[in-house]
């Protein structure tokens, strides 16, 4: 049984259309016309063309922000992707933390970033759930009226190398340097920061949850069910990423079925400042990463050498082949 955490009116979020002008050295926005509400703005994500991928100036419907996260715990490091239901697209598929700037953080989109961490990504422990700092900044703890946070043993963000080619919002350089691109398909501007949080280790028996907002009737309703968490670990080995997911359970790591798996365009091919895709499947993303799916070791594979030589006197030789 999911638990509703908070409800919210769509109308008091407002965004703005952008102008975006991209050249080979640089990209830059700035806002036109007057602020749009949440079904304005949907109404205006229609696909857009662009003959230049990397030399053009175009209005677009909105900015949108997302984290490329990296979770360190246990000294290893993972990606983490949630799992969204696009009404907007009629899709499911797994992406990075996300969600749109409004017109007032139009020219600071990284706070809109942390702010959808806080949001989406909960961590839990038997004592409570954990705040975050980043930096010397506290997090907000969006959900404070309905879950109990820890006081004690915050997670911390700290921002990871930045995208080579400077955005700008108007004049002013973005600090962070985040990664963008403009996607096609729903003619919005999409910005990507690299962030690492890093869980204390005092935190014990850890959960990871995903909670979303969803549209219900005339509200915005974020829920949390504990039978879908939603939210997953990629683990990285040397920096890449692994053909691997999980979810994370109280310190455990439970395999995550990749079957029919699609990904957000934001794992899709970027030509220039383009990307064309809506999504692309896990197994055509692998491929493009160089990357395989991990196989099923045999359990004979697995036994140690001396319990294999055991196994080969015991058992007779053509069976053992």
Not at 145 to 166: C, D, V
Not at 302 to 320: D, H, N
Request: net charge positive.
């Amino acid at each position: 049984m999911s638990r509703t955490l908070i409800r919210k009116n769509p109308s008091n979020f407002k965004t703005l259309p952008l102008i975006v002008q991209a050249t080979p050295e640089g990209l830059s926005y700035h806002s036109i016309g007057m602020p749009l509400n949440f079904s304005q703005t949907l109404q205006r994500r229609r696909p857009v063309t662009v003959a230049d991928a990397e030399l053009f100036s175009l209005e677009l419907a909105n900015l949108g922000v997302s984290v490329r996260l990296t979770l360190h715990w246990q000294n290893r490091d993972y990606w983490v992707l949630v799992r969204q239901r696009r009404q907007d697209r009629g899709d499911v598929v797994l992406k990075l933390i996300s969600g749109y700037v409004p017109a007032h953080e139009l020219n600071l989109p990284l706070h809109t970033a942390i702010q959808e961490i806080a949001e989406e990504c909960l961590l839990e422990t038997p004592e409570g759930w954990l705040n975050g700092r980043f930096n010397d900044t506290w997090l907000p703890a969006p959900y404070s009226t309905a879950l109990h946070y820890r006081e004690a043993l915050p997670f911390r963000l700290t921002p990871l190398s930045g995208s080579a080619r400077p955005v700008r919002c108007a004049s002013m350089q973005l600090i962070e340097r985040p990664r963008a691109y403009v996607h096609l398909p729903t003619a919005s501007l999409q910005l990507i920061y690299d962030l690492r949080l890093d869980v204390p280790k005092e935190a014990k028996s850890l959960s990871l949850f995903h909670v979303d907002e969803r549209l219900e009737g005339d509200q915005l309703v974020a829920r949390l069910d504990r039978k879908r968490p939603d939210l997953y670990l990629m683990p990285l080995e040397d920096g890449q990423p692994l053909a691997e997911l999980y979810i994370l359970k109280k310190d455990q790591l439970h395999p995550a079925s990749t079957r029919g798996l699609y990904l957000a365009e934001s794992f899709a091919r970027q030509e220039g400042w383009l990307v064309r895709d809506e999504r692309i499947r896990w197994k055509d993303w692998l491929r493009q990463q160089g990357l395989s799916q991990p196989g099923k070791d045999s359990g004979f594979k697995r036994l140690t050498g001396k319990a294999r030589q055991l196994l080969k006197k015991m058992v007779p030789r053509s069976v053992a082949r």
